[in-house]
């Protein structure tokens, strides 16, 4: 069986994952979210983990069993998520930040229920703090910070602007056009972008996609 089987090339290592949406809420009973189920995170988490890594993983809300031999720390807002993340980012030798977090938040949560009008309604929104960006910006000597991007078009050209905007040393962008590729499914077909390559995966599980990206990762540090 490939998991005990596994060559533990990762111990050793302190590894932080991010995985799942952030919820922000609007009311008592109403949030603003996004498309992700966290299971792109979890696979990365449990091979980290497998291959011999000191993981913990800051996961949003998600319906996915809480993962085996790994720190949990369970957030909702993005807010939350940034403190949890920048608090241990320091001791880590690689962050993988695969959590897709709300862009925006409304700018007040109403303390009652928003009652409906005949009327449209509108909501404020504010802007969230860009946690890889925060990272990129405090990444430590030899620290290793690898992000995700999730394009509808021109996934390479924008995947690669996040990648020197962030200092990212990877992006691993998501290919959502295609089959079988995207949020909900147990596969996926990602595009490892670095400062010199471009590494287009074929369609496969999110477990094998998240060796093919720790392989990456380990081959370019030292
Ligand atoms: N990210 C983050 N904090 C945010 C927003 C995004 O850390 N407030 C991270 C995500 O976890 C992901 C990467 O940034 O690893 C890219 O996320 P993505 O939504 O694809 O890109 P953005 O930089 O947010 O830009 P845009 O949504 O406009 O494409
Ligand atoms: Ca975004």
Request: charged fraction near 30%; include cysteine.
């Amino acid at each position: 069986y490939r998991a005990v089987a596994r060559k533990k090339d990762l111990l050793g290592k302190k590894i932080l994952v991010t995985a799942g949406p952030t919820q922000e809420a609007i009311d008592p009973v109403r949030y603003v979210t996004n498309h992700s189920t966290g299971k792109m995170g979890y696979a990365i988490a449990k091979v980290c983990m497998q291959r011999g890594a000191k993981v913990t993983l800051v996961t949003g809300p998600t319906n996915l069993p809480k993962p085996r031999f790994v720190d949990l720390i369970e957030v909702t807002t993005a807010r939350e998520m940034f403190e949890a993340v920048t608090a241990l980012a320091g001791e880590q030798d690689i962050i993988i930040k695969a959590a897709a977090v709300a862009d925006y938040r409304p700018r007040e949560v109403k303390e009652e229920k928003i009652k409906k009008s005949d009327t449209q309604m509108s909501l404020e929104m504010e802007k969230t703090d860009d946690i890889l960006k925060f990272l990129g910006e405090n990444k430590k000597e030899g620290q290793f910070l690898c992000g995700f991007s999730m394009e509808t078009e021109n996934m390479v050209a924008n995947s690669r602007k996040k990648l020197e905007k962030k200092n990212l040393d990877m992006v691993v962008a998501n290919n959502l056009k295609v089959e079988g590729a995207g949020f909900s499914g147990d596969t996926n077909v990602v595009t490892l972008i670095t400062k010199d390559e471009e590494v287009s995966l074929q369609l496969m599980s999110k477990e094998e996609a998240a060796d093919h990206i720790l392989d990456k990762i380990l081959s370019m540090s030292v």
